[in-house]
């Protein structure tokens, strides 16, 4: 089992920033990945951003550029770093966590709201 708390999120203004942060226990050393992803209301659940155990990133085009994804093994904790935040960024964000198991299997976080302000 692999536990997921999210923290940072909230009110900002567009063009603000905001860094969330996604703190991992349990069982971590099956964790292969670590995704952030984002549903507005009505809306899909959508990728936003990666990171792979050894530091490979990726992320979404809407947010390339304006979005950082890390990891700190030593907290086991992965952030969010958010900037040059828009209206549309407005959505609760998840933090997942993708084992290395075959097949892989997700773990998911609370999630917790982003709301941009225009």
């Known amino acids: 089992q692999v536990q997921l708390v999210e923290s940072g999120g909230g009110l900002v203004q567009a063009g603000g920033s905001l860094r969330l942060s996604c703190a991992a226990s349990?069982?971590?050393?099956?964790?292969?990945?670590m995704h952030w992803y984002r549903q507005a209301p009505g809306k899909q659940r959508d990728l936003v951003a990666s990171?792979?155990?050894?530091?490979?990133?990726n992320y979404a085009d809407s947010v390339k550029g304006r979005f950082t994804i890390s990891r700190d093994n030593a907290k086991n904790t992965v952030y969010l770093q958010m900037n040059s935040l828009k209206p549309e960024d407005t959505a609760v964000y998840y933090c997942?966590?993708?084992?290395?198991?075959?097949?892989?299997?997700?773990?998911w976080g609370q999630g917790t709201q982003v709301t941009v302000s225009s």
């Open positions: 997942s966590a993708e084992t290395a198991w075959d097949p892989p299997y997700d773990y």
């Open positions: 349990g069982s971590i050393f099956s964790i292969n990945a």
């Open positions: 990171v792979t155990s050894d530091g490979s990133t």
